[in-house]
């Protein structure tokens, strides 16, 4: 079973950035795609980014030209710059580890979350 540990959240000002990252044990990191999915109060666990483990990735089109996701396959890390943070940015983000590329979308198509990370991007 793989283990998901977030961090980087933080308090922000709209406008500003800031970089998500998580790690990732258990099984073989590069084989996998990841994603990061934010849940804002009282909304659905959403997509927001997901990567291959060539590389390639994909965007929500809410966070499309303002988030890049990267990875480092040496370190079992996957990252989130976030930057022109939005007030309806504000969520506790998650990765997850996907198992087939594209990356699902939906939340239910993953078992096992870690504890998130918040960020809250006050206007």
């Known amino acids: 079973q793989v283990q998901l540990v977030e961090s980087g959240g933080g308090l922000v000002q709209a406008g500003g950035s800031l970089t998500l990252s998580c790690a990732a044990s258990?099984?073989?990191?590069?084989?996998?795609?990841m994603v990061w999915f934010r849940q804002a109060p009282g909304k659905e666990r959403a997509f927001v980014a997901g990567?291959?483990?060539?590389?390639?990735?994909t965007y929500a089109d809410s966070v499309k030209g303002r988030f890049t996701i990267s990875r480092d396959n040496a370190k079992n890390t996957v990252s989130l710059q976030m930057n022109s943070l939005k007030s309806e940015d504000t969520a506790v983000y998650y990765c997850?580890?996907?198992?087939?590329?594209?990356?699902?979308?939906?939340?239910?198509?993953?078992?096992?979350w870690g504890q998130g990370t918040q960020v809250t991007v006050s206007s």
């Open positions: 990567i291959s483990s060539f590389g390639t990735t």
């Open positions: 997850n580890r996907a198992s087939t590329w594209p990356v699902p979308r939906a939340s239910y198509n993953y078992d096992y």
């Open positions: 258990g099984g073989t990191f590069s084989l996998y795609p």
